[in-house]
């Protein structure tokens, strides 16, 4: 076999450290470039890497005496490199260096201790992830922060920075890992990267079973760890921790229908028994790839008496091919579970175990993942006399909802679904596996299902619309037979259905089955893994177990689904204890109410402030709005001479920040968010009473508004006196103290009180005349004539000291 004529093409491949190019046959799927460049150490010219890999081989092979002189050298290295490249063959070492054995009175005890390191691993990885995402907070809020590197690198001057390190303190992170993370992030990392998927595993434990072995034991700790293998005795055993070198070929690639290219199958299984005999020492094994597609193409059922039978005989014409070869093997023709090896195949595996099912991924023209028929599928229905479009419409579905039972159009449309939801869920039917995808809020869109359906805006990506509109199970299950069919070939006839199903309906009795039927023509021990579902229990195991035979086997469990939630009940709180009668003084107790997230509109008539500024030569002018008790709810920021577009920013800007007041968020996290943000303008501020400079606008903003309503003396630096907390001043008016009374419309807006405060009411500086003399005016009034509160009782009358007016006599107010 050449390689000439192989197309090769550069694709883009996105992988965890980023996206790649690499070169690759063109007929490869995704998964099989990222597989053939884990094997070639990371090369990304896979022709250059398989080419060299052949070259290496064939010299091997000519000094070991395998290849006779350079002519066959330059064949085998063409053949073996054509293989190769066109995915039909693949080479790779076994994974049992480093597996243990275990035996006798020592299986206790190894397996006592593999089950504690997988506990301690898999401890230790939740632990690491969640310390991890809380160091990731913490260097988040130095890398987010805008202010000074040394500011938001301090915990006492970024609030930010405080609270994550408060948490991760919390979830066990000591202060040196927190001390590192902040220095990881001003020093420009981006995150605290832990690389979990590469954590090393427990060892492979190879159990050698004996008549009375603890079968119990052994399924308690295969079941934990699914790094059990259990083998029938010691022989096996020692023969599966060998290290290993591995071959496989793909059977299907060789076959169509029920006819084999026997001269070219023999010839590359020929190629590939040379290639193992250059590769060194090691137990040998050599397998096929593909059993399950090859023999459903042929229309066999895999858990049938002919498809074993028709099995056994494709390995006995393999294992003669070999035999032909000439080439001693340590090992020979053998069905193994090799992962990664079955994905540089294209994922068919090397177990003997039956096909995945008739359907497979397929990359559309636009990118689009849908579903097919697989070739295998379309000779087996050519095999069987069966109507292809009728097996494709009962796999595959009609792809739309026209004629569908309970959810056609028409009851659609009753329902208040138009023409363009229908068709916009009828457009991904191809591109989905439940009916209820296809009707997902993002695709008949989020306005339609809360308008029209009545749904809320909370946890919207989880609503089942068309259980929110009206129909029933039943309905959506017949619906959905309909458009999208049935994958497991339950509408198929018998003798169909049979060659159609999948290793997941089978189960795993028919695997061991077939491989009892191939142990005459298998030269090493019988292995096979055993997957069972993630809920599988204990008792499982030791079920499959006993079916095993003279069999080794692994047994794993599926991995949970990613969505997996316990449903616990509610909490239910512990009746407080009885305590002793005591009389408690009273206290004022604070209680937290949650409320929801509604807007809190504002009063249409508001109170506020305008506060002019400039900041480095801009003017600015601040326009604040306030509930009824005070709090703020609004603010408007105009700016003058700074251009159209910056100020229509600022102005939406101003509206992000009063929906976000009026939703509930605090005015803390705006003002801890921005303040220290530093562009242009900036400068120093005049006009201010309190702010007198700031690194860029909203720094000032931020900063008047942390004084005036959250009194954040600390973001003030002004050198002048800070007002009171009656928000009235303290009678300081340019820098000079004044005895004068000052007007109340000084400090209340005329126009917000409609004219309530009359001209007369004024402000009186008493403060200091009271201090003064705290003895004579305790019991002193205000005088109508000068309003000095200087009036005091002489005898009978009420005269005021400063202007000498008598005010009236004791006694008369009260008796009017």
Known sequence: MEATGLRIEARIIERGAGVIEALAPVHWTNAQVESWIDWAGGQVDLPKAVGAFADRLARQGEALGVLNGADARFQFHDELSALLLKGVATLGAGSSNDAQTAEGGGIGPALARICARHRGRAAAQASAAALASRLQAVMDAVLCCEGEAEACADPQRNASLARAADAARTAGASDALIVEAMALARAGEPGWGVDLEDAPDAAMLI??????????????????????????????????????????????????????????????????????????????????????????????????????????????????????????????????????????????????????????????????????????????????????????????????????????????????????????????????????????????????????????????????????????????????????GDPTGGALADDIAQVFRSAEEIGHGAHLAMLKALAPALATPLTATVVLPWDATPGDVAEALGQRGEIALRIRRAPPP???????????????????????????????????????????RRKGYIQKAAVGGHKVYLH?????????????????????????????????????????????????????????????????????????????????????????DDLANADSEALNADGLGRGIADGAETEEPQPASRFISRGFSRGAAPDNLVFLPSAGARASRPGLLDAADVCAACGDVAVVRKGSALICESCGVRAGRQGEDAGR
């Not at 909490?571 to 929801?596: G, H, L």
């Not at 005070?630 to 603010?635: A, H, R, S, V």
């Not at 003002?671 to 909203?698: H, M």
Request: glycine share 10%; with cysteine.
């Open 207 to 484: 159990v050698a079973l004996g008549p009375d072995a603890d079968l119990q034991a052994a399924a308690r700790a295969a079941w934990q760890t699914g790094a059990v293998t259990l083998a029938p005795d010691v022989a096996v055993a020692a023969a599966l921790a060998r290290p290993q070198v591995r071959a496989g070929l793909d059977v299907a690639a060789f076959a169509t229908g029920e006819d084999l290219d026997l001269d070219a199958f023999s010839h590359a299984l020929t190629v590939l028994a040379q290639a193992l005999a250059a590769s060194g020492d090691g137990l040998a094994m050599l397998g096929l790839a593909g059993v399950g597609d090859w023999l459903s193409a042929q229309g066999l059922a895999y858990d049938s008496e002919a498809g074993r039978a028709a099995t056994h005989e494709l390995y006995v014409t393999a294992l003669n091919a070999i035999r032909r070869s000439g080439v001693a093997l340590d090992g020979g023709l053998a069905a193994f579970d090799d992962p990664e090896m079955t994905l540089r195949l294209g994922g068919k595996s090397l177990a003997a175990t039956p096909w995945s099912g008739p359907l497979t991924a397929a990359e559309t023209a636009d990118g689009e993942i849908t579903r097919v028929l697989k070739p295998a599928a379309h000779q087996a229905l050519t095999a069987l006399g069966a109507d292809r479009m009728a097996a494709a419409t009962a796999l595959l579905g009609h792809r739309d909802l026209a004629d569908a039972p309970g959810i056609d159009h028409r009851a659609l449309k009753a329902r208040g679904f138009t023409d363009h939801e229908i068709s916009a869920a009828e457009a991904v039917l191809p591109f989905v596996d439940r009916l209820d995808q296809a009707f997902a809020p993002a695709v008949v869109g989020e306005g339609f299902v809360c308008d029209v359906l009545g749904a809320t805006s909370e946890n919207l990506a989880e609503v089942d619309v068309l259980a929110l509109a009206g129909f029933t199970a039943e309905e959506i299950a017949a619906a959905q037979a309909h458009a999208l």
């Open 562 to 604: 990613a969505d997996l939630a316990l449903d616990l009940p509610p909490r239910v709180e512990a009746p407080p204890k009885p305590q002793r009668e005591f009389v408690a003084e009273e206290r004022i107790i604070e209680r937290i109410v949650e409320r929801d997230r509604a807007r809190r509109k504002l009063p249409d």
């Open 624 to 712: 604040t709005g306030e509930y009824d008790d005070g709090e703020l709810g609004e603010i408007f920021i105009d700016m003058h001479k700074e251009g159209a577009a910056f100020r229509s920013l600022m102005n939406n800007f101003a509206i992000g920040i009063s929906i976000g007041l009026q939703y509930g968020v605090p005015l803390e996290e705006f003002v801890d968010a921005f303040v220290f943000t530093r562009f242009e303008p900036a400068g120093p501020v005049t006009g201010n009473d309190s702010v007198k400079s700031a690194t860029s606008i909203l720094d000032y903003i931020f900063r008047e508004l942390g004084v005036s309503y959250l009194g954040r």
